[in-house]
């Protein structure tokens, strides 16, 4: 989908939805962001604006593929277009990255994670927001969780620690059936805590933070001296002695 589609969804009923319920689980796991760095990369717009009064600043990246969009709307644009694989921000950065309609949809999975660790700070972390494979939500392509790749929780786990991220925390969300109408719509609150009592596994998104790996340089070991015995060379036999009569 691109950027068309994507503005579309969320101004419709079920994209509303589905925006204030994935805001909601967001904001009860994402706290003390109060002068950070924030980077949204995907389509992260409709989710950034609960940051922009504590941020010290917010860049919102679109890919390339997709398409870029203003953002924030009456002020001076926050927004680029860019090639997620390589993003345009020097080493260390960002302190908190938001990745939605992103890491799903991107040719480059392993270079984006890379780029992502590369441009986190020490002390970084990223959510990832991405449709779940035994969600309902990932066979639906009339909503943006039905397009690209859906991930299992397993998948997430070994892709990220190959990327060198360490998962710290999971959350699930949108339960409700990704159909527009209005009984679905309205209920949408009950489908979701009815959905996260008796089957967290099969939500429509699945929600990951993870914390950036760095490890500590090691010191050279020094080699140790091998004893190795030596051999002394074999001497050969005296020649026998021939006596003549």
């Known amino acids: 989908m691109d950027v068309v589609d994507l503005k579309e969804f969320y101004a419709g009923r079920l994209g509303a939805t589905a925006r204030r319920l994935i805001a909601h689980r967001i904001r009860a796991r994402v706290r003390g962001l109060d002068g950070a760095v924030i980077l949204g990369l995907g389509y992260a717009a409709p989710y950034l604006d609960a940051w922009r009064e504590d941020a010290e600043r917010i860049l919102c990246f679109m890919p390339a593929r997709q398409g870029v969009v203003h953002w924030p709307p009456g002020v001076a644009g926050k927004t680029a277009l860019v ?23 991107t040719d480059y999975l392993h270079e984006t994670l890379r780029e992502l660790w590369r441009v986190l700070s020490p002390s970084g972390r990223v959510l990832f927001v991405v449709p779940n494979r035994r969600g309902m939500w ?42 527009k109408r209005g009984f679905f719509i309205r209920s949408a609150t009950a489908f979701e805590r009815v959905g996260l009592w008796a089957s967290p596994a099969f939500s429509g998104v699945i929600m990951v933070e993870a914390v950036k790996q760095v490890y500590a340089t090691s010191r050279p070991v020094r080699a140790r001296r091998r004893l190795v015995p030596k051999l002394k060379p074999a001497v050969p036999p005296a020649p026998a002695r021939v006596s003549h009569v």
């Open 83 to 105: 090639d997620e694989a390589e993003l345009p921000l020097p080493d260390g950065t960002v302190d908190f990255a938001l990745v939605i309609h992103g890491l799903e949809l």
């Open 138 to 179: 990932a066979r639906f392509d009339t909503t943006p969780f039905g397009h690209g790749r859906p991930f299992s929780r397993q998948q997430l786990t070994e892709i990220l620690r190959d990327a060198m991220f360490t998962p710290s925390g999971w959350a699930h969300t949108l339960f409700v059936p990704p159909v």
